[in-house]
């Protein structure tokens, strides 16, 4: 595919384009070395500035890696969000071309006098224990420790299925309304739990981002707290400032 000169996209647009077709189509498999900046510019025509600029925006995204003196390869596909709680994790990922699935793991009833303080409840109150695994294209992406106060949804443990095909907190909005108000987000650079590590496939020494978030109702009240961990090549962050 060449560049269309008389097209109203821009030059830079276009070869962007083309070269995200030749990642999706497998053209450039993961790993691949692309060809370098001078190749390109000479193949389609265009600076090796336009070139540069737009390897450098694919490079932001995550979707190819420059290695010091080898080249630029191809990555394996990366998450890349923001505020992951209310745009969803999984309709970022939706919109961005990826397959996503959720098994189940375990749920559980049980108490945790540690978490009297966060809800501000008794020390015996029984809470659901909710562990979900993430895939992005069949590959395991992330683990989410979930903890809703079991009196707010009495029988959470017997939507398992509905978990694996809809968010959770749009079940616990529609099924009890419990309805997001705000929600508090604190990401670490961690290691994994052994059975987080095992789960998610990886080496308890592989990069691990974790998010533990806080949700409140519209009284501001909390109705689950949440720990999720990241595969550390599989997730990218950006926040914009003004």
Not at 135 to 159: C, E, Q, R, W
Not at 187 to 200: C, I
Request: proline fraction near 4%; charge should be neutral.
């Amino acid at each position: 595919m060449m560049l269309n000169r008389e097209s109203a996209t821009p030059l830079h647009a276009q070869l962007e384009q083309i070269m995200r077709q030749k990642m999706a189509s497998n053209e450039w498999p993961v790993g691949k070395l692309i060809p370098s900046e001078n190749k390109i510019s000479q193949e389609y025509g265009i600076s090796r500035m336009t070139v540069r600029n737009v390897i450098a925006k694919l490079e932001q995204e995550g979707l190819v890696e420059r290695v010091m003196g080898k080249g630029t390869y191809v990555s394996s596909p990366k998450m890349r969000g923001g505020n992951l709680k209310f745009d969803g994790i999984i309709s970022q990922l939706q919109k961005m071309g990826y397959t996503i699935t959720t098994k189940v793991l375990e749920i559980e009833r049980k108490t945790d006098a540690k978490l009297s303080g966060v809800f501000s409840l008794p020390a015996d109150c029984v809470y659901y224990e909710v562990k979900r695994l993430r895939y992005m294209n069949d590959s395991p992406m992330s683990v989410h420790v979930t903890y809703i106060p079991a009196f707010l949804a009495p029988d959470l443990d017997g939507k398992r299925e509905e978990m694996e095909s809809n968010q959770l907190f749009m079940i616990l909005e529609k099924s009890y309304g419990l309805v997001r108000g705000t929600v508090s987000e604190t990401w670490n650079a961690t290691r994994a739990p052994k059975w987080v590590a095992e789960t998610l496939q990886i080496k308890l020494s592989q990069p691990m981002l974790t998010d533990y978030s806080v949700t409140y109702n519209l009284e501001g009240h909390v109705y689950c707290t949440e720990t999720e961990y990241f595969r550390g090549d599989k997730i990218s962050l950006y926040f914009e400032f003004q």
